[in-house]
């Protein structure tokens, strides 16, 4: 059994508590020396993944440039917000005018945005939304049913950072039927996955590659068989034809360097798909 694995045989509650315990001697640390950046979670509170926090954020806001053609004053909405890593940069991008939203299954995440964001930045609203996943939070509310507190048309660019590869078919396909109702005509999506096809599926599949899915299901391949949602990877085709039953229309792949793929414009660690209302 590798570290992986043993953390992800705990329940979603005992991951917390096991990260703030690691991390307690390091939070502290930093705060008794006035380390910490107002804008930083403390590392034990970071359920996210690794990495450094404010860089990573403007990584996000870089690919949204670049690839969703965000603009200063945007309505935005951010899927699976975590603990703000995306918002923090975006507080110093996006003008007054703008708009920001963002929902998350995680409710402590949603408080440290609220209290660090919302507070300085009143454009930026967080909201709790307490749907089943079994990496993150178990409840019997599901996503795949779940409909977004948002009116028909109203945001300009809508962006998932490491939230499908979280996620199973059905509730990515309702979340790609929400988000063709929400965004505005011509706004776009940008979204972060594994992708695989019948050239990287063996590759992928084989413990040799670090990220690794080993156990097949109809269209997808799941890390963890006991946590479906510990990370999840589609075949390309599936989500292509879940993207067409949304209405909605692929812009741009680029794939990431996660599975080792030999193409050219390997940028980031993830697949990036980016796809627009019509
Ligand atoms: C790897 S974290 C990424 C967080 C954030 N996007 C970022 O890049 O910092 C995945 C996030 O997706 C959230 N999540 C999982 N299922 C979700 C769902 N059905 N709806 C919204 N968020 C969800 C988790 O709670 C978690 O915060």
Redesign the pocket.
């Known amino acids: 059994m590798n570290l992986r694995s043993i953390y992800y045989s705990l329940s979603p509650k005992s991951r917390f508590l096991v990260r703030k315990i690691y991390y307690y001697p390091v939070d502290i640390v930093d705060n008794i020396l006035g380390k910490k950046n107002k804008y930083v979670p403390n590392k034990g509170d970071i359920?996210?993944?690794s990495g450094n926090f404010l860089a990573q954020g403007k990584h996000?806001l870089e690919l949204l440039n670049k690839y969703a053609d965000l603009k200063e004053d945007h309505s935005v909405l951010?899927?699976?917000?975590?603990?703000g890593?995306?918002a923090v940069a975006l507080t110093q991008y996006l003008s007054v005018e703008a708009k920001y939203e963002g929902?998350?299954?995680?409710e402590k995440?949603i408080i440290w945005c609220k209290k660090h964001i919302t507070n300085d930045y009143p454009n930026f609203n967080f909201r709790y939304?307490p749907?089943n996943?079994d990496l993150?939070?178990f409840t019997d509310d599901k996503?795949e049913n779940?409909v977004f507190p948002y009116e028909d048309n109203s945001f300009d660019t809508i962006f998932?950072?490491?939230?499908f590869t979280?996620?199973q078919p059905l509730?990515v396909q309702n979340y790609f039927n929400e988000i063709q109702r929400v965004l505005k005509p011509g706004g776009k999506c940008l979204g972060t996955f594994f992708l695989y096809n019948d050239e990287n599926e063996e590759a992928i599949s084989s413990k040799k590659n670090k990220i690794n899915f080993p156990y097949e299901r109809e269209n997808y391949r799941l890390m963890n068989e006991k946590v479906p949602?510990a990370n999840i990877a589609f075949d390309e085709k599936y989500i292509d034809k879940m993207i067409k039953i949304a209405d909605l229309k692929l812009e741009n792949k680029i794939y990431g360097n996660w599975s080792k793929r030999t193409c050219e414009g390997l940028f980031d660690f993830q697949d990036i798909l980016v796809f627009k209302k019509e």
Request: proline content about 0%; aromatic content about 16%.
């Open positions: 359920f996210i993944g996000h951010d899927i699976g917000c975590g603990i890593r995306a929902f998350d299954v995680v995440g939304i749907l996943n993150y939070h996503a779940f998932l950072f490491s939230v979280h996620m509730e949602s």
